[in-house]
Nanobody, 126 residues
Framework: QVQLVESGGGLVQAGDSLRLSCAAS???????MGWFRQAPGKEREFVAA????????YYTDSVKGRFTISRDNAKNTVYLQLVSLKPEDTAVYYC????????????????????WGQGTLITVSS
């Protein structure tokens, strides 16, 4: 079982950038990885996913062109680069892992089948 720890959240202004990191306790080189977020009063939603090699990525429409997911398997770490942040990006961001290697499996798998981090809060002020 892999343990995930997110970091990099904080309070920023609209238009700012951040980079989130998700460090895994074990090797994730064969896992698909993803990011989800949960805004206050809303359900957790998918943000981005990446396949085991990093060559295939998948994003929800609202973040395309602004967020970039990447990974460094040598460091067992996944990143989410966020630019042009908007107040509506305010949420707790969660890292997720799936033993299935394909990026789309992050979205397709039941959420209770994924490994989760504890989340990191991003607050974007207007």
């Amino acid at each position: 079982q892999v343990q995930l720890v997110e970091s990099g959240g904080g309070l920023v202004q609209a238009g700012d950038s951040l980079r989130l990191s998700c460090a895994a306790s074990g090797t994730i080189s064969t896992y698909a990885m993803g990011w989800f977020r949960q805004a206050p009063g809303k359900e957790r939603e998918f943000v981005a996913a990446i396949n085991w090699s990093g060559h295939s990525t998948y994003y929800t429409d609202s973040v395309k062109g602004r967020f970039t997911i990447s990974r460094d398997n040598a460091k067992n770490t996944v990143y989410l680069q966020l630019v042009s942040l908007k107040p509506e990006d305010t949420a707790v961001y969660y890292c997720a892992a799936n033993t299935n290697s394909e990026a789309t499996s992050i979205v397709q798998a039941p959420q209770n089948r994924l490994f989760w981090g504890q989340g990191t809060l991003i607050t974007v002020s207007s």
